[in-house]
């Protein structure tokens, strides 16, 4: 069964404080991992694909790897506006072209 | 519009009514998808949309849930005889795939809905 694995399910940082967020999956056939961040009362908000092992992508503080049994979503010294609920979720080749997703992990980084 | 736009944003209903639920997509996007996010859950696939088709209705969780979409636009999500667990935030995504591809998908802010 395709599945996603978000830990830890809470993470309270200090600012500048550096850490990862990680995603585990079992998956039949990976067509992409996709990681989301969403605000309270709002949608999740598109962030990256990774498509195969090795690969990785930034964005300002936010960098996410990619192994074949893993994600990483390494956050370089984070400020109080990172704080929200970081989603992962996968794209299996078996499963259509749904996302299957974790249940996330809700970063607070306090100054 | 700039985003996918959602509509109502909050529905407060009573058990038994039936509900109907508004998606507009990103103009382009032909594909369209809905998800429901429960309290502590994760997000939960529903309905795939290619055009005007479904062919993935898969996540539909009993037959009191359908959905259809016109002109390639606009969906609405129908709930009917509503029951309390169908409390949930229903989110719509919208994306320009084709099938076998990967685009990423883009959410609007979703429907509160909540089952008295």
């Known amino acids: 069964e395709d599945q996603v694995t978000q830990s830890p399910e809470a993470l309270r940082l200090q600012e500048g404080e550096s850490s990862s967020l990680n995603c585990s999956y079992t998956?039949?056939?990976?067509?992409?991992l996709f990681w989301y961040r969403q605000d309270p009362g709002k949608g999740p908000e598109f962030l990256f694909t990774?498509?195969?092992a090795g690969e990785e992508k930034e964005k300002e503080r936010l960098k996410a790897t990619l192994t074949k049994k893993e994600s990483f979503l390494h956050i370089t010294a984070p400020k109080p506006e990172d704080s929200a609920t970081y989603l992962c979720?996968?794209?299996?080749?078996?499963?259509?072209?749904?996302?299957?997703f974790g249940k996330g992990t809700t970063l607070s980084v306090s100054s | 519009g700039a985003g996918v736009s959602q509509s109502p944003s909050n529905k407060v209903t009573e058990k038994g009514k039936d509900v109907e639920l508004r998606c507009d997509p990103i103009?382009?996007?032909?594909?369209l998808y809905w998800y429901r996010q429960s309290l502590g859950q994760g997000l939960e696939f529903l309905i795939y949309?290619?055009?005007?088709?479904?062919?993935?209705k898969s996540g539909l969780p009993s037959d009191r849930f359908s959905a259809e979409r016109t002109g390639g636009s606009v969906s609405t999500l129908t709930i009917q005889r509503t029951q309390q667990e169908d409390s949930a935030v229903y989110l719509c995504?919208?994306?320009?795939?084709?099938?076998?591809?990967?685009?990423?998908?883009?959410f609007g802010d979703g429907t509160r809905l909540s089952i008295l």
């Open positions: 995504a919208s994306s320009p795939q084709w099938a076998g591809s990967n685009q990423p998908q883009h």
């Open positions: 998956v039949s056939g990976l067509r992409g």
């Open positions: 990774l498509y195969s």
């Open positions: 979720a996968v794209q299996a080749a078996q499963a259509g072209t749904a996302l299957i």
């Open positions: 103009s382009g996007h032909t594909a």
């Open positions: 949309f290619q055009g005007n088709s479904a062919p993935d």
